[in-house]
Each structure stands twice: as C-alpha cells, then as structure tokens.
C-alpha cells in the first residue's frame, strides 16, 4: 500500500508548482491585462513563499487566465493557475489562523442555528417560546437583553481578536510597509475593492461556467458583499436606536434599522443562491476540489443567517417568532464565532493583498545600475 503524502509535503509541491506556473506566465505575458495578480508576478523574477501567499490572496480566481492560456491542459506544460492558487490561498487561511487548531471551522452557524430552536425548547416555557409577543421589547422576551448582549460581546470580541491577529500575521509575511505608503494607497485599494475590478477580466468580463464571457459573478459578488454591509448597517443603526433614542426593537417596519436589514438580507441570499447555482455549473477544471467544502460551509452559513432573520421580520408577529429568533440568533452567533477559521478571511486577506498592490504601483521602479 503506497505511503501517504504528509500536508507538509502536500504543501511544498503546492508552492513548487505555482512558482513553475508563474514563472511561464511571466515568460508568456499573455495575461497581464486581465488583473493585478499577473502585473503583480511582473514585477517578480523570482517567488518566495511570501510571494505566493501574496499573489494567490491577490486572485479573485475568475478563471480568465485558465480558459486563454494555450499551456493549459491538455498541453504538457498542463498550467492550471486558479487551481493552484486556489489550493494555497486555503493553506494561507489555515497557516495564519490563530489559534491554528480552530482552523478550517468555518461551518459552525449550521449546527447552532438549528441546536439554538431546540436548546430553547428544553429550557423556555412553552407559554414563552411558542406564543406571539408583540411591541417594544417582544424579542427580549423569549431571549433577555442581558443575555444577548453578553453572548455577542464574548463572540464578538473574540472574533474580532482572532481575526485581526491573523490579519496582522499575513500582513507581516507578505512585506508590511511603512505607515504614511499605506496610507497613501488607501484611495486607490478601496476603489479595487469596492468595485471588484479584479473580477471582470480585463474588461470583457470573466469566465464563470465555461470559455464565454459573463460579469453575473461579479454582480452577484457585489449583492452578496454589500447585502452584507447593510446588515452591518443595520446592527449598528439598531444599537443607536436603542441607546441614543432609547427605542427597543422590534422596530416598525419603516425604520432604518428594518429597511436595510431587509435590503442587505435579499441581497445576502441572491448572492448565495447565485454563487451556489453558478459553482454547480461551473467548469471543473479550474477549480480546487480541496476548497470547495470551505466555499460550500460561507455561502450556507450566510444564507441561513439571512433567511431566518428575513422569516423572523415575516413573522415576527405570530407564534413563530420565538423559535425563528432563536434561530436566527443561533445562526449569527455560530457565523461570527466561526469568521476567523473559515473561508470569510479571504475578504480581509484580499483588501489587504489589493492594499499592497497599490503600494507596489506606487513605488517608482529600481533603476538597474549601469
């Protein structure tokens, strides 16, 4: 029986095979005007590990280059480059986690959001759980304000912690800079990053099921990230209703923390839906079989999180409120515990890989000594 391959020896030939991918691509050049990750291996002759945490973190892996490159498999040189990159940017998320064994648990909303309904059933009243409240303070009434406000700070500030820790970490192995460089390439990152420049393939848009060109990726990337914000939104003007008016939620249906809170739930499960349908049909080729269960864990993980909070403003109202906001809650306690170990990090690592790129534009070049 052959002797299985340690992920020591897994990972060294991940690295050995995108520095050799590359380095042909840099020969060629084919591709440098789909996105920064090639203008960014230009600049490079040769590729050190860093390198390549850097440069794979730097791909939105829209498989352009795959579906142009006349090296591609069948041909010998068999170059497969969102592959490869795909596999080391897990092994980024993995390495740079802290604490490093909580790695890969990227998939603990699914499990809490559906013991969060049956934990309350064990403890409640049926009177509590299972009847309508309505009006100020209706939600508190099934899960005590004290009680939520501890459980999201513990999560939320480890969370917070862990992430950053991990942030900071790959911030230092991909070349830190100097504060005032930084600074001066905020502008041009958060313009990459908020318009996702990077996923339209130099223009004609990127190759999302097979060779014909699309931008629904995109535009579904773009859904699902700003849904996101919204919600985001939506917590912090809730938090100002309540301690700055003195409001308790619920809130009518009108109020800014319930629009965007709907607004960013839609666009939350469009995105997944999108996203999912598209990976279900999507050429298999370019893709790293390894990544798929961590990609599969964040849009599940997401959708849960914006269904039942969409049922719970549905039917806040009725009897079923109090298992759908357990559920709810239960989602989004298990999704923020789980942000720093699963596949939500390649948001943070991408803005801070588009952040160098930036800097790197910006930095005149060395003139060769003559």
């Keep these: 029986m052959p002797e299985l391959e340690s992920p020591q020896q897994t990972s060294e030939e991940t690295r050995q095979e995108a520095r050799r991918a590359l380095v042909l691509c840099n ?17 490079r002759r040769a590729f050190t ?5 850097y440069l794979a973190n730097l791909c939105h892996n829209c498989r352009a280059c795959f579906h142009a490159c006349q090296y591609a498999p069948p041909h010998p040189f068999a170059i497969n480059l969102p592959k490869v ?3 080391l940017r897990q092994q980024s ?3 740079l986690a802290w604490p490093r064994p909580l790695a890969g648990a990227g998939w603990a909303a699914l499990p809490m959001a559906a013991a969060a309904p049956l934990l309350a059933a064990l403890i409640l009243p049926r009177d509590v759980l299972l009847a309508p409240h309505r009006g100020p303070g209706a939600f508190y009434e099934v899960t005590p304000l004290p009680l939520l406000v501890a459980t999201a700070g513990v999560i939320g500030i480890w969370s917070a912690v862990s992430l950053t820790i991990a942030l900071i ?3 230092k192995k991909t070349g830190g800079g100097a504060p005032k460089a930084m600074l001066r390439a905020v502008p041009g990152a958060l313009s990459d990053i908020l318009s996702l420049r990077n996923l339209d393939g130099g223009g004609h848009g ?4 097979d060779d014909s060109f699309s931008r629904l990726r995109r535009w579904l990337h773009h859904a699902l990230f700003y849904g996101f914000l919204c919600c985001l939104a939506s917590t912090a003007s809730a938090d100002a209703y309540h301690h700055l008016l003195g409001r308790v939620a619920p809130y009518p249906l009108t109020s800014l923390p319930v629009l965007l809170g709907a607004i960013g739930g839609v666009g939350i499960v469009v995105g997944c839906v999108g996203l999912a349908f598209l990976k279900a049909l999507a050429d298999p080729r370019p893709n790293a079989a390894t990544t798929q269960a961590d990609g599969a864990a964040l849009l599940a993980s997401l959708f849960v999180v914006a269904a039942s909070g ?20 239960g989602a989004t306690f298990g999704f923020l515990a789980s942000l720093p170990y699963g596949k939500f990090v390649h948001g943070p690592f991408r803005a801070a890989a ?3 790129a930036v800097m790197e534009r910006q930095t005149p070049p060395v003139s060769p000594i003559r």
């Excluded at 440098?32 to 203008?39: L, M």
């Excluded at 990127?206 to 099921?209: L, Q």
């Excluded at 969409?310 to 809650?329: I, N, P, V, W």
Aim: some cysteine; overall charge negative.
């Design 85 to 87: 990159l795909a596999e």
């Design 354 to 356: 588009l952040l160098r």
């Design 310 to 329: 969409l049922a719970l403003l549905a039917f806040r109202e009725t009897a079923a409120m109090g298992l759908l906001l357990t559920m709810h809650l």
């Design 27 to 43: 020969v060629c050049d084919y591709c440098s005007g789909y996105c920064e990750t090639f203008v960014a291996a230009g600049r």
């Design 206 to 209: 990127c190759n999302d099921v």
């Design 93 to 95: 998320y993995r390495e």
């Design 49 to 53: 590990d860093n390198d390549l945490t």
């Design 169 to 171: 970490r790959f911030w």
